[in-house]
Nanobody, 122 residues
Framework: QVHLVESGGGSVHAGESLRLSCTAS????????LAWFRQVPGKAREGLICIARVGTLVNDRVKGRFTISRDHPTNAVSLQMNNLTPEDTATYYC?????????????????WGQGTHVTVSS
């Protein structure tokens, strides 16, 4: 059973950076895609960025500001967020799927963390 735990959320000012981390347990091999999503109340969960064995996939809305990295020995995945704006305020979720390719639609992921909240003030 896959278990994901996010950390690193908090409050920052516009223009600042924040790094989120997700530790994953239960990944049986390297054939898992790990992704970050975010959600604000009343809106659908938005796929941001994904990393898998065949590469990465980035939502155009965050391209150039958000990057993803993965540490294979520890199965940790990080989200580096730069030049944050108030529109980035959301709860951020780590997700996993047992595929070697990336997609950014939430229905394709069956393992989720509990979320970590990010607030960006102007």
């Amino acid at each position: 059973q896959v278990h994901l735990v996010e950390s690193g959320g908090g409050s920052v000012h516009a223009g600042e950076s924040l790094r989120l981390s997700c530790t994953a347990s239960g990944l049986t091999d390297d054939n898992w895609a790990l992704a970050w999503f975010r959600q604000v109340p009343g809106k659908a969960r938005e796929g941001l960025i994904c990393i898998a064995r065949v590469g990465t996939l980035v939502n155009d809305r965050v391209k150039g500001r958000f990057t993803i990295s993965r540490d294979h020995p520890t199965n940790a995945v990080s989200l580096q967020m730069n030049n944050l704006t108030p529109e980035d305020t959301a709860t951020y979720y780590c997700a996993a799927r047992q595929k070697t390719t990336c997609v950014l639609n939430s229905v394709s992921y069956d393992s989720w963390g509990q979320g970590t909240h990010v607030t960006v003030s102007s």
